[in-house]
RNA sequence: GGCGGCAUAGCCAAGUAGCCAAGGCGGCGGUCUGCAAAACCGCUAUUCAUGGGUGCAACUCCCAUUGCCGCCUCCA
């Protein structure tokens, strides 16, 4: 196992080899200002696939993701709606785990909030002051970045540069224009803790070192997140915990690029996005899926409903091809040793999720003309080949993951509303139900309507045997009639050796 | 203004100093089908922003130009 994965330290890709036994990852949670959006799931979509390979190839994991509930913004929000800032962290905060389950992003070991960890903040603050890396001013506490020689290593930016842009903060009371704030004295009606300093809370960035340093100790192996951390939150980090400990804060920092939505970036500052919510009412989240990894993770993406469109019709390719063998020869066998040496090639150079998706789209090709010319092993082969890609990379490959197109008979029964349960076999044995002996029966043809459930499907469903009926008779015009009549009403027929299939339409 | 990154077909998107520049979507032609749909087969970038340079050889390395993006203020 080789795998290499580009620093953002040096910028380069390096040869990963762990600290130690578990490997200690750190993703950079959400500040829980609002609800997640879909930038947020780009972000943990990465830090789900590098943790999976990880896994996969044998490593033991400590995974720490944090949710910092209490900031600037977290307060502004509070005070717009006149209620406590703790209402509004938790609903987001259950807002994120709601889309993280749904998009089968693995659930990390420890979820600390910065609030949980006032103690140990004010630890290190005053750890760096002692160290004469901070100074109090008026009840705040800053970090002063000319005491630390290597500001600016993980960004690339150099002091002056910074304070020549002018867009830093200038307030009387910091030595340095870029001094970053540790701590920050409350001003009147915002939430407060005691220290020695003022009443008032963590400044941003320092909760994360806090954090990160209480639950997986003074080194790291992974520290993730989006490239909009890198300055200052995760350089200011570096600054924070290596003056305070004298130690190599992280080995690896990953970071994922950006989202743009027409353009621009998504950001919960512009109110340019759209939630995470709100797309996993459109789209399944294996879709979501597929169009985050059809990209690498370090290329900006742009965001459009067409381009996701073309992931839901490439994911409805794969859907197909897993019906087709399942329909007759259904076997799965997840062992595939064989496999590995393809996925472990893609994915030990920077986790290279498109040119996994493209194996997954030639084993389809090779599986569907196995399928034509009745090669059941290879068949077998390439149908497990399929799966075993798709369970590497996240996705949920069992039946009742899949989607919108497919329609059963009792479609309502076991996943309510949801679009993600359809089970075409059903349909298709109702259908069977109908008949005795290949032949039509009344006494069936009531039973099978009264096992209708889904309302919406009764039509449709006598419509389409009612195709059937005249199709068998050669009425050939009734029966394109009545096809086009269901067309109408946004159903596709097809007609297979084991019946016919209701096709919701795209 | 400073720092960093990116420019590949109608769209999305990998990749490499030298075999046919992955894959998806879309489109076109064909096979199958009562007709369809789905599937299959074939076609869809003599070329990788532009101009130079270094190599036997560059889309891939270097320089310049243009355009786009990110960060420099809270952000995944």
Avoid at 256 to 271: H, R, V
Avoid at 340 to 345: D, H, M, R, S, T
Avoid at 356 to 382: H, R, Y
Avoid at 408 to 428: H, L, N, P
Wanted: aromatic share 10%; net charge neutral; glycine share 6%.
């Amino acid at each position: 196992m080789s795998l290499y994965l580009t620093n953002t330290l040096s910028g380069k890709k390096e040869l990963f080899k762990p600290l130690g036994d578990p490997v200690k990852i750190y993703i950079c949670g959400m500040t829980v200002q609002g609800p997640p959006h879909f930038g947020h799931m780009r972000a943990y979509i990465t830090s789900d696939i590098l943790i999976r390979y990880l896994q996969f190839s044998g490593y033991k994991t400590k995974v720490v993701q944090n949710f910092t509930d209490i900031d600037d913004k977290v307060i502004e929000k509070a005070q717009e709606q006149k209620i406590d800032y703790r209402v509004i962290a938790q609903k987001n905060i259950d807002e994120y785990f709601e889309v993280a389950d749904k998009m089968n992003i693995k659930r990390a070991d420890i979820y600390p909030k910065a609030t949980q960890h006032i103690q140990e903040i004010i630890e290190l603050v005053q750890k760096l002051i002692d160290k004469g890396f901070a100074y109090e001013s008026d009840g705040d506490v800053y970090f002063s970045v000319n005491n630390f020689k290597d500001y600016g290593k993980l960004s690339k930016k150099k002091l002056e540069d910074l304070i020549a842009g002018a867009r830093v903060e200038i307030r009387e009371h910091k030595k340095n224009p870029a001094d970053f704030a540790l701590w920050k004295a409350a001003k009147k009606d915002e939430p407060y803790w005691q220290s020695p300093w003022s009443n008032g809370r963590p400044g941003w960035a320092i909760e994360c070192s806090a954090m990160s340093i209480c639950h997986l100790g003074e080194t790291l192996d992974f520290h993730l997140g989006g490239e909009d951390l890198v300055f200052p939150h995760h350089e200011n980090e570096i600054a924070q915990s290596e003056a305070a400990t004298g130690k190599e804060f992280v080995r690896f920092w990953i970071h994922n690029a950006m989202l743009n939505l027409t353009g621009e970036k998504m950001s919960k500052s512009t109110k340019h996005f759209i939630t995470a919510k709100e797309l996993l009412s459109k789209y399944s989240a294996n879709v979501i899926r597929l169009y985050f990894l059809k990209s690498h993770y370090r290329s900006p993406q742009e965001f459009d409903f067409s381009i996701l469109d073309s992931s839901k019709e490439g994911w409805a390719r794969i859907e197909e091809f897993l019906y087709a063998v399942e329909e007759n020869h259904a076997k799965a066998n997840p062992k595939s040793e064989a496999l590995n040496p393809k996925l472990v090639e893609a994915m030990d150079d920077d986790l290279n999720t498109p040119k996994v998706i493209a194996l997954v789209f030639d084993a389809i090709k090779d599986g569907f003309n196995a399928l034509q010319n009745k090669n059941s092993e290879e068949i077998n082969n390439k149908y497990n080949e399929v799966l075993f890609y798709l369970s590497n990379l996240g996705f949920r490959t069992d039946i009742k993951y899949r989607t919108e197109k497919r329609i059963s008979m009792s479609g309502g029964t076991t996943a309510s509303s949801s679009i993600e349960y359809r089970d075409v076999t059903k349909f298709v044995n109702a259908q069977e139900l109908a008949k005795t002996k290949g032949h039509y029966n009344i006494a069936n043809l009531i039973e099978a309507s009264i096992n209708i459930i889904d309302m919406n499907m009764l039509i449709p469903i006598i419509r389409s045997i009612a195709r059937d009926l005249a199709r068998e008779k050669k009425e050939f015009e009734i029966s394109d009639l009545l096809r086009k009549g269901l067309e109408e009403m946004g159903f596709t027929l097809e007609d297979t050796d084991k019946g016919t299939r209701i096709k919701r339409k795209k």
